[in-house]
């Protein structure tokens, strides 16, 4: 694995969150008051993208149905969606988004 700049950290205020797409793959990222985080953008319940939801808390919930996953380690926290997330290594540096990517 790698790490790849996908973007600047001036691009994201705490409790934004952001689609990058990387080799095709739509990433959500987050900046939270606990952190950068990542998680794919796709909900694991139905093909809706996360970034068009809501950030609720430490939660994302996802736009079609309602259901939320927990943005720090992608498990499925409210119905309907039962399948975690998908989630990355995220980190700034010199000011520069860097996700470890395959």
């Known amino acids: 694995m790698a790490w790849e700049t996908i973007g600047e950290e001036s691009e994201l ?7 990058y797409v990387i080799d095709g793959e739509p990433i959500a990222v987050y900046r939270l008051e ?3 985080f990542a998680t794919a953008d796709t909900c694991t319940h139905q ?3 996360l970034t068009e939801g809501d ?3 430490q939660e994302i919930v996802c736009p079609c149905h309602g259901g939320a996953f ?18 990355y290594p995220i980190r700034i540096r010199d000011g520069h988004i860097e996700i470890e990517w395959t």
């Open 55 to 57: 950030v609720d808390g």
């Open 13 to 19: 205020t705490i409790g934004d969150m952001k689609q």
């Open 47 to 49: 093909d809706c993208s």
């Open 70 to 87: 927990a943005i720090e380690t992608g498990r499925a926290t409210r119905m309907p969606c039962v399948i975690r997330l998908e989630t």
């Open 34 to 36: 606990r952190g950068w």
